[in-house]
């Protein structure tokens, strides 16, 4: 079983930035591709970016693409997702997922998932 934990969601201003953390205790976190997803009741939870084993390959929504950043620290157990010049449409709950090794883009293809964190941006 591997348990995460976000952090790092908050209330800002659009055109700002926050930087999203992700933790775990497994010590075979670095077996796992990792994603974070975000979701708005009613709707999907959809991709935003995700990121091989090793950091070596990412994958990032168009929406998002050129603002957010997925990186990895394996030795840390974390994974993160800085998040720059955000916008209104960026508020959801953001999760943080563990899956095959390899970049996974769709939510069924993740075996571990965490609580989310929120994150709102005020226009």
């Known amino acids: 079983q591997v348990q995460l934990v976000e952090s790092g969601g908050g209330l800002v201003q659009a055109g700002a930035s926050l930087k999203l953390s992700c933790t775990t205790e497994?010590?075979?976190?670095?077996?796992?591709?990792m994603g974070w997803f975000r979701q708005v009741p009613g709707e999907e939870r959809e991709i935003v970016a995700a990121?091989?084993?090793?950091?070596?390959?990412?994958y990032y929504a168009d929406a998002v693409k050129g603002r957010f950043t997925i990186s990895r620290d394996n030795a840390k157990r974390m994974v993160y997702l800085q998040m720059n010049s955000l916008k209104s449409e960026d508020t959801a709950v953001y999760y943080c997922?563990?899956?095959?090794?390899?970049?996974?883009?769709?939510?069924?293809?993740?075996?571990?998932w965490g609580q989310g964190t929120q994150v709102t941006v005020s226009s």
């Open positions: 997922a563990a899956g095959p090794p390899h970049i996974t883009v769709v939510s069924l293809g993740y075996h571990y």
């Open positions: 990121i091989t084993w090793n950091g070596g390959d990412t």
């Open positions: 497994a010590r075979t976190f670095d077996s796992y591709g």
